[in-house]
């Protein structure tokens, strides 16, 4: 059975770091691109970042550029999302997905097969 699990996700204080998981079971990310999106109440669902399968190639959208990394353990079947330097206007439910293979130009929720169930972060002092 297909699953993604996020978790990681807590609150934090502004200037704060985050480490978020991405547990995939059911199949293996090997061949899959993974993305990271948030949607935080009354805003769109926003891409984040992505990590290609073949080469690690990243994405990262302007907002979060520089403070987040996003990275991949193929061995332990999960992606991570390090989040550093966290702002207020990164609250948000932080969902991770997945599509085959790569992340594309644009990291866009429709082009994602797979989603977790999403992780719930708050920055606030």
């Known amino acids: 059975q297909l699953q993604l699990v996020e978790s990681g996700g807590a609150l934090v204080q502004p200037g704060g770091s985050l480490r978020l998981s991405c547990a995939a079971s059911?199949?293996?990310?090997?061949?899959?691109?993974i993305g990271w999106f948030r949607q935080a109440p009354g805003k769109e669902r926003e891409g984040v970042s992505c990590i290609s399968s073949v080469d690690g190639s990243t994405l990262y959208a302007d907002s979060v550029k520089g403070r987040f990394t996003i990275s991949r353990d193929n061995a332990k079947n999960t992606g991570y999302l390090q989040m550093n330097s966290l702002k207020p206007e990164d609250t948000a439910t932080y969902y991770c997905?997945?599509?085959?293979?790569?992340?594309?130009?644009?990291?866009?929720?429709?082009?994602?097969?797979?989603w977790g169930q999403g992780t719930q972060v708050t920055v606030s002092s």
């Open positions: 997905a997945v599509q085959r293979l790569s992340c594309g130009n644009e990291i866009v929720f429709y082009d994602y097969d797979y």
């Open positions: 059911g199949f293996t990310l090997d061949y899959y691109a």
